[in-house]
């Protein structure tokens, strides 16, 4: 079975190489992020630093709530625990990094589209956010704040190569 991605024809990773993968910057002109959640995926990329996450609804356990949501978003829904989850780990592929991070340790800015790590180390980014009835898509990016992203999200297309 071959997933083919539109509009270029390449590969969907899985496992920690694709992680690697996630973030990449091309000769230092642009910086390109992607993500995919059941048959979605999405792709950045954008002059300054950019991460993009999509997170398809669902309920987190115990321990991922202990390690991703401070005390006031553990009785979030899961639209917006989805939310929150997307936004923190976009900011984290922005810079460069990626799980294991402890995610409450990033602080939401909803009200002005912000994102800043409590630890300190990593610099503030703006955010977007993006939903469906399936999923959400967020989007951190350094720069401009009047930016107003594109975004493109498809489902994977899966055909049977056999």
Same mark, same amino acid.
């Given at each position: ?38 048959? !979605? ?22 321990? /991922? ?19 929150? !989850? ?41 955010? !977007? ?5 399936? !999923?959400?898509? /967020? ?24």
């Amino acid at each position: 079975m071959t997933r083919r991605l539109r509009p270029a024809a390449s590969r969907c990773g899985r496992g920690p190489a694709a992680s690697r993968l996630a973030n990449i910057r091309c000769g230092g002109a642009r910086c390109v992020s992607l993500s995919h959640s059941q048959s !979605w995926y999405a792709g950045a990329t954008g002059d300054g630093a950019v991460g993009i996450d999509l997170q398809h609804y669902r309920p987190f356990g115990v321990a /991922a709530h202990r390690q991703a949501f401070t005390v006031g978003e553990r009785g979030l829904g899961p639209v917006q625990s989805c939310a929150a !989850w997307a936004i923190r780990e976009a900011f984290l592929k922005s810079h460069g990094r990626g799980l294991p991070y402890r995610l409450s340790d990033i602080h939401i800015d909803w009200r002005n589209q912000q994102v800043v790590s409590a630890a300190g180390g990593l610099t503030r980014r703006r955010f !977007w956010l993006w939903y469906s009835l399936e !999923w959400v898509c /967020a989007l951190c990016y350094s720069g401009d704040a009047s930016l107003t992203p594109w975004v493109e999200i498809l489902p994977l297309e899966v055909r049977d190569d056999a």
